[in-house]
């Protein structure tokens, strides 16, 4: 599997040259979209051996994935895409666990389970995170357990599918039931919970609204629940 990283990034420069050097010992390129970052992340990437892609100001980690998304497709090279945070948050030593899982249950997406160990995690991060994965689950009719892990595999056959229409970090989200009713499994690996002195640009309410406002709308449009087989793929769904 010839697997890529992706690396959205927004005033990341204390992390992100050690993130994406750590990437590099396990995958063959890294992508980092430096989404209007104004403390030189991008140079600090390009530096650490990344191919940047860069927004002038900031748009959202949802228009940043999408924007790697695009530039990754293009190339017309890789089998999966491995995203990350920039904040050190992801054990990138973790990334082997990931392709592992998709090959030997051929999951379409790996999603990284941070709930067995909550203990240095926020108390509004675990509520939320219980909640959503739990709504999320219904919706796609697939056990998902930590719906807001941003550290996750997604195969490049999957991106081909998706129309992607949010913007923040409701992506995530979205990716995930878009995926379900276009028949892709999603499987989960445990993975460490890693809180330092990142700083958190998710806001517990209004990133909160916005993902009840796209299960609903996946709900009142039907979309969720796997629909049909997911193409040439037969994983534990």
């Not at 890789?78 to 945070?85: N, P």
């Amino acid at each position: 599997m010839k697997v890529c990283a992706l690396i959205p990034a927004y005033n990341e420069a204390p992390h992100l040259y050690e993130v994406v050097k750590g990437c590099l010992k396990h995958v063959k390129a890294v992508f980092v979209v430096d989404d209007g970052s104004t403390d030189g992340s991008g140079e600090i990437a390009k530096t650490a051996g990344a191919v940047v892609m860069r927004h002038p100001m900031n748009r959202g980690k949802g228009v940043a994935l999408k924007t790697g998304f695009r530039g990754i497709l293009r190339e017309g090279k890789w089998d999966a895409v491995m995203v990350l945070d920039g904040d050190g948050q992801h054990n990138w030593d973790e990334i082997p666990m990931f392709i592992s899982q998709s090959l030997k249950c051929g999951y379409d997406i790996v999603v990284g389970n941070r709930m067995k160990h909550i203990g240095s995690m926020p108390l509004e991060r675990t509520t939320t995170n219980w909640l959503s994965s739990l709504v999320l689950s219904a919706l796609t009719r697939q056990e998902i357990k930590d719906s807001q892990c941003g550290f996750r595999l997604i195969r490049t056959n999957v991106l081909k599918e998706l129309v992607l229409r949010t913007r923040k970090y409701d992506t995530e989200s979205e990716m995930l039931v878009e995926a379900a009713r276009k028949g892709f499994c999603i499987g989960n690996v445990s993975i460490a919970t890693i809180y330092g002195d990142e700083r958190s640009y998710i806001h517990p309410v209004l990133d909160t609204l916005r993902f009840v406002r796209v299960a609903l709308r996946c709900a009142l449009r039907g979309k969720g629940g796997r629909k049909t087989a997911a193409p040439g793929r037969e994983g534990k769904c």
